[in-house]
C-alpha cells in the first residue's frame, strides 16, 4: 500500500488519493459509503463514483471463490452425467442473451489461471466466446507456459480473429506465444498443401501436436454461426456438412452427433489443429451458452474432447433435459 494519505486542512483527501483512500475503507476496513463519505468530506455519489473508477483502473480485482460455482447441484449433475473433471456454472435468471454470455466468459476467465499448471502448453480457439475470455482475464503470471494458436486466421469484421484471441490470452497469462501464421482455409487443396509444408508453418502446427490443455467454444451448425460469418464456410458448404450430419463446429472443424469429425469439402483446404489433437487431453475447457449451443456442445462432449465445462443454469439445465439426465 502506498505510503498514508495527506490530508488538507479541510480534513478532506487530496484528489489523487481519494479514489484509493476510498477503496481502502470500503473494501478492506467495511466501512459503508456514507460513513466514508462524511469522514472524507465529500458527498456519498462521490464515493460511489471512486468505487467505480477503483475497479476501471484496475486498483480493486474482485473475485469469487470457483467452489460457489464448480459445487453448484446443476455442477455436479453435469460432472456425474457427462463424467466431467468439473463443471462451473454461473447464473442467468435476470440476465439476458449478451449478459449470459459475458457471465459465462466472466466465470471461465477466473478460473482457467487455476486450472494450469507450471510446463502446460495450452490450446487456444477462436470466436466470441474465447476472445472475452481472454478480454476478461486479469493480468496473471503463470510459470513456464505456453500458449498456442489452434486454428488460422481468418477475414472477420468482429475483432475477435484467431491470432487476437491466443495473443490476448498469452499476454493477460504472462506465457509464451506461438501463433500460426497461416489462413484458416484456402481456395485451393494443392496450395494449402504447400503452405502446411512450409517449415516455419509446418513447426507450428507441429506445436499444436504438444499442447496438453486447450480452451474452446462449441459452435453451432447453422447459418447464423461464426464459421460462416468468418468466411471460412460457405451458406452452401454449411448445407452440405449438415446434409451429412454435421451437429456442431469445435476449432473450424464441423462434427456430427458422436462427436466425430465430418469429412467434407474443406478438410483438403484447413489449415488448424486436427480434431484427433484434442482427444484425451488433460483439459479440454469447453466454454458456450446458449440454446443454439447445447446441441454443440453435447457433440463436443461425447466426442471425448471436453473434460470441464463452464456454462450458464439455464444451458445446463437444457443440456442435462436433452442428454435424458
Same mark, same amino acid.
Given at each position: 500500500?502506498?505510503?498514508?494519505?495527506?490530508?488538507?486542512?479541510?480534513?478532506q483527501?487530496?484528489?489523487?488519493?481519494i479514489?484509493?483512500?476510498?477503496?481502502?475503507?470500503?473494501?478492506?476496513?467495511?466501512?459503508?459509503?456514507?460513513?466514508?463519505?462524511?469522514?472524507?468530506?465529500?458527498?456519498?455519489?462521490?464515493?460511489?463514483?471512486?468505487?467505480?473508477?477503483?475497479?476501471e483502473?484496475?486498483?480493486?480485482?474482485?473475485?469469487?471463490?470457483?467452489?460457489?460455482?464448480?459445487?453448484?447441484?446443476?455442477?455436479?449433475?453435469?460432472?456425474?452425467?457427462?463424467?466431467?473433471?468439473?463443471?462451473?456454472?454461473?447464473?442467468?435468471?435476470?440476465?439476458?442473451?449478451?449478459?449470459?454470455?459475458?457471465?459465462?466468459?466472466?466465470?471461465?476467465?477466473? *478460473?482457467?489461471? $487455476?486450472?494450469? &499448471?507450471? #510446463?502446460?502448453?495450452? =490450446?487456444?480457439?477462436?470466436?466470441?466466446?474465447?476472445?472475452? %475470455?481472454?478480454?476478461?482475464?486479469?493480468?496473471?503470471?503463470?510459470?513456464?507456459?505456453?500458449?498456442?494458436?489452434?486454428?488460422?486466421?481468418?477475414?472477420?469484421?468482429?475483432?475477435?480473429?484467431?491470432?487476437?484471441?491466443?495473443?490476448?490470452?498469452?499476454?493477460?497469462?504472462?506465457?509464451?506465444?506461438?501463433?500460426?501464421?497461416?489462413?484458416?482455409?484456402?481456395?485451393?487443396?494443392?496450395?494449402?498443401?504447400?503452405?502446411?509444408?512450409?517449415?516455419i508453418?509446418?513447426?507450428?502446427?507441429?506445436a499444436?501436436?504438444?499442447?496438453?490443455?486447450?480452451?474452446?467454444?462449441?459452435?453451432?451448425?447453422?447459418?447464423?454461426?461464426?464459421?460462416?460469418?468468418?468466411?471460412?464456410?460457405t451458406?452452401?458448404?454449411?448445407? *452440405?456438412?449438415? $446434409?451429412?450430419? &454435421?451437429? #456442431?463446429?469445435?476449432? =473450424?472443424?464441423?462434427?456430427?452427433?458422436?462427436?466425430?469429425? %465430418?469429412?467434407?469439402?474443406?478438410?483438403?483446404?484447413?489449415?488448424?489443429?486436427?480434431?484427433?489433437?484434442?482427444?484425451?487431453?488433460?483439459?479440454?475447457?469447453?466454454?458456450?451458452?446458449?440454446?443454439?449451443?447445447?446441441?454443440?456442445?453435447?457433440?463436443?462432449?461425447?466426442?471425448?474432447?471436453?473434460?470441464?465445462?463452464?456454462?450458464?443454469?439455464?444451458?445446463?439445465?437444457?443440456?442435462?433435459?436433452?442428454?435424458?439426465?
Amino acid at each position: 500500500m502506498a505510503a498514508p494519505m495527506r490530508r488538507r486542512a479541510t480534513g478532506q483527501v487530496s484528489g489523487e488519493n481519494i479514489v484509493i483512500e476510498a477503496a481502502w475503507m470500503y473494501y478492506h476496513e467495511g466501512r459503508t459509503q456514507s460513513c466514508i463519505a462524511e469522514q472524507l468530506g465529500v458527498s456519498r455519489a462521490t464515493i460511489v463514483n471512486c468505487l467505480q473508477e477503483a475497479k476501471e483502473l484496475g486498483l480493486v480485482r474482485i473475485t469469487l471463490a470457483p467452489e460457489a460455482f464448480t459445487g453448484h447441484r446443476l455442477a455436479e449433475q453435469l460432472r456425474e452425467r457427462f463424467g466431467l473433471a468439473a463443471a462451473y456454472v454461473v447464473p442467468d435468471d435476470a440476465a439476458g442473451e449478451e449478459e449470459a454470455l459475458m457471465r459465462v466468459a466472466r466465470g471461465a476467465a477466473e *478460473w482457467l489461471p $487455476r486450472l494450469l &499448471a507450471p #510446463g502446460d502448453k495450452l =490450446g487456444v480457439s477462436w470466436g466470441r466466446t474465447v476472445y472475452e %475470455v481472454a478480454e476478461a482475464m486479469e493480468q496473471t503470471r503463470t510459470e513456464d507456459v505456453s500458449v498456442s494458436q489452434l486454428v488460422g486466421s481468418m477475414a472477420t469484421p468482429y475483432g475477435f480473429t484467431a491470432e487476437i484471441c491466443s495473443a490476448h490470452m498469452a499476454m493477460k497469462l504472462g506465457a509464451k506465444l506461438v501463433n500460426l501464421h497461416a489462413p484458416a482455409v484456402l481456395s485451393d487443396p494443392d496450395l494449402a498443401r504447400r503452405l502446411r509444408a512450409e517449415p516455419i508453418i509446418a513447426a507450428q502446427l507441429e506445436a499444436l501436436s504438444h499442447c496438453n490443455k486447450a480452451i474452446f467454444a462449441a459452435g453451432s451448425a447453422n447459418h447464423e454461426s461464426h464459421i460462416v460469418s468468418s468466411g471460412v464456410a460457405t451458406h452452401e458448404e454449411l448445407d *452440405w456438412y449438415t $446434409r451429412h450430419g &454435421a451437429t #456442431g463446429v469445435l476449432c =473450424g472443424r464441423f462434427i456430427d452427433a458422436q462427436g466425430r469429425s %465430418v469429412p467434407g469439402p474443406l478438410d483438403d483446404r484447413m489449415i488448424g489443429v486436427e480434431l484427433d489433437k484434442l482427444e484425451g487431453l488433460d483439459m479440454g475447457l469447453l466454454v458456450s451458452t446458449g440454446q443454439d449451443k447445447v446441441r454443440p456442445m453435447l457433440s463436443a462432449i461425447a466426442g471425448g474432447y471436453v473434460t470441464h465445462v463452464v456454462t450458464s443454469v439455464s444451458t445446463a439445465e437444457e443440456m442435462l433435459s436433452s442428454a435424458g439426465g
